[in-house]
């Protein structure tokens, strides 16, 4: 079974603190790492994706990836409000179509 | 920009009715998906299809069919609506991420919220 684990939550920071949220697989034949944002009601919407080793940067979004520790994080930095949802992890293996998805993560920016 | 859409975003049914929920995407993707959403269990891949009458179960196929008999469209069916069967139903069409050479980025659908009376 190939297994994305992330803490429920909820994750509760201040607004403009820097969020971090983090992701662990099982698989190790995982190539490739996405990070969903969720709203309640709505459906996921891609905001990052990472395929290599080391930090990937868009805007306040930065994902973060280790493949030797299986380890995938999101920071969001300056966090708003409006960055209040679900975050899903998702990760795909080389073989196949399908993405494996975490449970998500509950953050909650406080103003 | 990739469009995914869904026949209904709110569904009510009683137990024992054939559902249809039916799913376009408008980019030419020849992978297709369907998962259902529930608290606590995250989202469980149903079945996709990475071609045209092509389909492949996915970790919870039981009590549901699908039917592609055109690349744009993935239908998935409720052959006999029970009450566990009420969900958030997610589409997704797999293509190209934001531009890049990638082409295993999933692009959801808004989602059917289903009810089964």
């Known amino acids: 079974q190939k297994e994305v684990e992330q803490n429920s939550g909820p994750l509760s920071v201040p607004e403009g603190a820097i969020a971090s949220l983090n992701c662990t697989y099982s698989d190790r034949g995982s190539q490739s790492f996405f990070w969903y944002r969720q709203y309640s009601g709505k459906s996921p919407e891609l905001i990052m994706f990472i395929y290599s080793n080391g930090d990937k940067e868009d805007g306040r979004f930065t994902a973060q990836l280790n493949k030797a520790s299986q380890y995938v994080s999101l920071l969001i930095r300056d966090s708003q409000p409006s960055d209040s949802a679900t975050y899903l992890c998702?990760?795909?293996?080389?073989?196949?179509?399908?993405?494996?998805f975490g449970k998500g993560t509950s953050l909650l920016v406080t103003p | 920009d990739v469009k995914v859409t869904q026949s209904s975003r709110y569904l009510v049914k009683r137990t024992g009715e054939k559902v249809f929920l039916e799913c376009v995407q408008d980019m030419d993707h020849e992978n297709m998906f369907w998962y259902r959403q529930d608290p606590g269990l995250g989202l469980r891949l149903i079945y996709f299809s990475y071609d045209v009458k092509m389909k492949e179960k996915g970790d919870i196929p039981e009590g549901y069919s699908v039917s592609r008999e055109k690349k744009e469209r993935f239908s998935l069916i409720l052959e006999s609506a029970s009450t566990n069967q009420t969900s958030m139903y997610l589409c997704?069409?797999?293509?190209?991420?934001?531009?890049?050479?990638?082409?295993?980025?999933?692009?959801f659908g808004p989602g059917t919220r289903l009810t089964v009376l």
């Open positions: 998702a990760v795909k293996s080389n073989s196949g179509y399908a993405l494996n």
């Open positions: 997704a069409s797999l293509g190209s991420a934001m531009g890049g050479a990638s082409t295993d980025t999933q692009y």
